[in-house]
């Protein structure tokens, strides 16, 4: 604590002529939303590799604040067109904030991460829910939703409307869709490995299987030149979630949130971005987040050996005693046959996609078109429920709806009662 | 309610020298628990078909209750011993109780089911979670945990404890593992065909792609002779969860809940079964519940043409405003990457069982077997959700663990702090 | 259900000869409820009294079951006439069961009371709750509603209704009136003298100030003759709570909670009676919450000198992880100025009845009378809270009404939005 | 952290020449906290009149934010001493910030209040508790606690620490202390009558009965000359909350929320302040929330006539969906006994002072001083409940405190359970 001190003493010497005392969260990592991901003050990376140099250094219990644009680095706009769903480019995707430096950790430390606060910035309060086309990007639907569609959402304080989705209005459940340290070289090259070899099985598919290593778009920091060539070429692409954390996605990692995060450098380097205001389980249409650039203050502290002392190979978290507590719900049940009615064994994603069309179905009897619905099942906190998974050959999954949300009683009518 | 009055009124004619006007719910089904499933004086069944005929009828707005034998209809033993477990007979499950036949209640109908109440019997004051060997119906992780296990639960009221798995106590979270009304003939042979088409695509497994039907141990209430021969050859187990419901074993439907179940008979042949004392999400070790005998009291109400007007083929439902409420939880991540390193795509099952191995390996870390908490994530309330499911090739799922069931403190401790 | 009368009948002969077993939890006291208060097998008590013998003797960590009358020994009816309401014999309440005799407990230990389980007896699925007349007993609002009145409520299961105020379903939120030890002589020399001060200070009131102890209609439960009458000439009446808990009425007493009772005299002598199927804060019309016949199963274990270790002369609890989660409310204010517009200093009772009121007129609105509104108020699970307690001159309490018992949206309708 | 501060350094002169699209909400009421209450830009006021002019004005349906000092005015500091407390200016406070003319709000009508948003400054990351003297506003527990004492807390993000207190962390539930709307001069009139009679009615009192109109210090606005002498004295003080509710201290008015405020003069004139990080229920030791400056963004709506419409005299409130949900508490009961053994009548005051003893004794056990238990009891949040009222002589009331903000189990311990 006395660096702390210290440093903040100079700080008000070297500021005598800002006058205020701008005690905390220092801001480690500031954007600029009329710059480019590419053009950043600081700059952003959108790949995993150990060798992304760190932007900063910190100290375990020393709060700080990073900013982060949005997932996709300001492609999407505040306008009623789906060209910028359509056109968007996810070679360059997500612009992660970092990596930050930590003092003394080491690999197979767990970095315990403190979720301070999350917030909006007022220079851009809104986000956006997208549909991505069939032909970049996709989601959980896209044989049923093709075409691109977007719904952007305005920000009312911690609250969100969106006029391409009405009669809902969603309280702020803010986190970060990523975050996570750096891998080791080991561990990047096993990650490689293996989701080569899944791509490698298939013949080519819309959407792909995997996204490996693209240099094309790739930002890595402040490397520069063949060294920056070298290691766009084999860093891990940010989309899907690993046992580092990552692209997790999980909406319940809230302000007041505590992650667990496996360290595999020294130092950690520890990244993190694409916020969101709000998600459902399953972020089901991809771009499904209500998509947001933001900041997020942390605190960090360690437990030194903690991946071999409590044997985890992957994240863990406590979540937040402040939480969303909508009362009534309405609950859609899913097994493992399809709508055309074929037969999977034990399938939890076909039981899920069940659920989620009933639910769809639901809402389009309640005035919704099915994209409205397919947009706001993705971006409204519903819960997706594993709830059996060992009768064969169904399993159950089930999508949870908060009534709460909507500005009208859309819950089923009894009709006889006696 | 003029039927109820009828037998009330006479109830009270015949017994005028017990004086004691018992108003309600009147029991459409009890069941012996000295006798076995085949003996009950209210025949059970443990097959769908829509010629199981009913054993009783009730108006809509009439509460009733239905007495329930544990899902194996008295197999499993108060013990030390996993004999029992071992040689199940799968056969004879699941001893339902019913069909009841609803007055007014036709095809295409939601049949509105109103939980009142749930309770154990003063006879059987215990429960169990078995790990079926692989032989055997086997279990989510049966590979790597292939022999039989079981924990007895004893009940204190509505908490339960077990000598198997020390230091924990649970709330009970009473449900129903079953409950649908019987499907119309041309329903079940869909469920037959398309289950049947499965089984054949592969060749023998252990355990079984599906359960066709089967004749022997199938009981199908008060038919006899060549009538109930027939009907068992074609019923379809109970084992799945399908479109009505059925063994959907869903922790969430707890007392006080109110499900919407389509109708596909005319009076609709409701059955109920496979009472919980408590569950986690996934069920995991199959055998996974604290599986137990008791009551559940039912009022039912419909919406005439409900599967049409709100387009649901599947059951849904609306949980209760009674919740068990834990406070701090641990959650577990896992992603689609088996423990061997494997990588499959966006498959939920994988990653929630990569979550369900990270909190086993977590428990076995403060003093348990790997399969007292196998038994464990079954039997308690964990809560396991669908993350993220879109991003390419990984999907994310938690199981959350709540800290409150343990009798001392099992959180990760921090060390480093500044 | 004649069947099941003759098959519980045959059971009890048959059950002579086998060996069930019926494992828990034993009934330490059972009540007939065809019989009065003064006429039960084993010997209720009205009063508190260090004198008043045991009726059982427990271990700690032996779970036992206590059947309970309800608080008046069964003098109000399940009718539509207020005459019981009117005419009810307050010398004969409260009603309760018990002494138990705890092994080991000494003087200043905590007796620690683990609510196993509470629920209703199937002769008596009904409560009530009355607004008694000024002139016998009274309420919070007895200057406003001087009349009697009374609600029946009829229960499904864990639910009520009532005939007598429509619109309107509650969840159960069984917990008893009445818990406590059995003071010393010391304490209770301490409780005759306080209270007669009070009543000595005024002239005779209506309602009275406090109730002194009155032999008439006094049930001291084993005790006879002379020593019948010394022992209900000194002992405590039952009405109010007491540092030893008693008639505490706290409605979050619910299945699951843990209480902490100061022990004064050997053996605890611990009683409990007063069963309430739900209640609001405040049980605002005296005879306020929905009133039950019922058991309630208890475990024991205990503190040693845990008064003077945990510095505690008062009960206290940890509530249950199970809880009623209703999600709208309508919360009312009330400040320490009554309906007259007469200034009070920092009043909280005058503050909660003035947001009392608001509640009522508000739900007058809203087609209720006032006496319904003034019964629901009491009976339903609203909460009560001291807000704000240091602001001369005005205390601010509010009353929040759970929006989802109501059967129809009764939030307030906004009007002009833009 | 020093290239941090540079960086900051460069982005300020950088800024002034960017044009950022600052898009909402706008701000009505800024202030700068390095300038006393009497100096800011936009005028200040500490005293409830419907002669204060409005500041600005806003249409129903815009969003927009208005900042506050604490309710000092800034009289307190960040140190170590009691000076501030101990000498602080009663007369200057509550500084508020408004009056806001609503267009189109009337007499009689509801003004529907949404809470968007409420945050801190980033110039002042710390916030305040304070026990005030005797001799200078005193506070529930003043007789015990005469002297003055000081927690300082500092925030990080949305969590609390104090030095003052260790071992605590408390997560935020943001309110404003004071929301109202002006009232009208009858009604004015009406506080100023019915608060001197409670002065007259007896002799001077430390603290006294009710705060008059107070000239000395009074900030009325825009106000000038003998316009503003005249307003201030008869201006109403700010101190208790009142029928349109001011300062009601209501620790649920939390981001989220929805107020209900009955308007007395044409445009409504709303005002607002006295923000809180964190409070619990009766805010006891008067200066006792975490007090704070920050923001809160509003939007407004109207129920035309509400006040007749739905018979409310008073302020009442939907509280948010977004809540803390603690789990364990434990709780304290209190009676209308004092700590000398006096007998009460009903007095809930008296029963939640001594639940709230109960607490502090408690925690003397567990290593906190009286000063620091009593300043944790006032700004954590803690639930204040009236539990029972009716019976006589004694009401039950308690504390319930929430045990998950010690960085400790601080239970009881349970040594005899079998």
């Not at 500021?15 to 801001?27: D, R, S, Y």
């Not at 099942?377 to 999954?397: F, I, K, Q, T």
């Not at 999508?399 to 009894?414: A, C, Q």
Request: glycine fraction near 8%.
């Amino acid at each position: 604590m006395i660096n702390i001190m210290v440093r903040l003493e100079q700080h008000f010497i070297f500021c005598k002529f800002i006058l205020v005392a701008i005690k905390m969260p220092p801001t480690l990592v500031s954007v600029d939303l009329k710059k480019s991901a590419e053009n950043q003050p600081i700059p952003m990376h959108n790949r995993w590799h150990p060798s992304i140099p760190p932007v900063a250094r910190v100290r375990v219990g020393e709060p700080f604040r990073m900013e982060c644009m949005d997932w996709t680095g300001g492609q999407i706009k505040n306008n009623d067109s789906t060209d910028d769903i359509e056109n968007v480019d996810l070679a360059k995707v997500h612009v992660l904030s970092g990596p930050i430096y930590v003092e003394g950790a080491e690999p197979n430390d767990l970095l315990v991460v403190d979720f301070l606060d999350i917030g909006t910035f007022p220079q851009m309060e809104w986000g956006y829910t997208g549909i991505f086309p069939t032909t970049n990007g996709g989601g959980f639907l896209t044989d049923l939703y093709p075409k691109a569609a977007k719904a952007i959402w305005d920000f009312e304080g911690r609250h969100a409307t969106s006029r391409h989705i009405p009669g809902v209005r969603l309280s702020a459940l803010m986190h970060p869709g990523i975050i996570g340290c750096a891998p080791s070289m080991e561990l990047l090259n096993e990650w490689n490995k293996r989701e080569s070899k899944l791509v490698a099985k298939e013949s080519i598919t819309v959407p792909p299987r995997a996204l490996l290593p693209e240099k094309i778009r790739a930002l890595v920091g402040t490397l520069k030149g063949s060294e920056a060539v070298s290691v766009a070429r084999e860093a891990a692409r940010t989309i899907p979630p690993r046992e580092h954390g990552g692209n997790c996605d999980i909406k319940n990692l809230t302000i007041g949130s505590r992650v667990y995060l496996p360290v595999y450098v020294p130092g950690a380097n520890l990244s993190v971005g694409d916020l969101h205001f709000c998600q459902g389980d399953g972020e089901i249409s991809f771009c499904g987040a209500i998509e947001m650039a933001g900041y997020i203050d942390l605190k960090l502290s360690l437990i030194k050996n903690g991946v071999i002392k409590y044997k985890q190979t992957n994240a863990m978290f406590a979540p937040s005693a402040s939480r969303l507590t909508y009362g009534p719900h309405l609950v859609f049940e899913g097994i493992s046959v399809d709508e055309t009615g074929r037969q999977y064994y034990l399938d939890a994603n076909v039981a899920y996609r069940q659920a989620t069309l009933n639910a769809i179905e639901y809402l389009k009897t309640q005035g919704y078109t099915g994209e409205q619905a397919y947009l706001l099942l993705s971006a409204a906190p519903v819960e997706g429920h594993l709830n059996s998974l060992v009768d064969v050959p169904n399993s159950c999954c089930t999508l949870s709806l908060p009534l709460e949300i909507f500005d009208r009683d859309i819950s089923p009518k009894v009709d006889v009662t006696e």
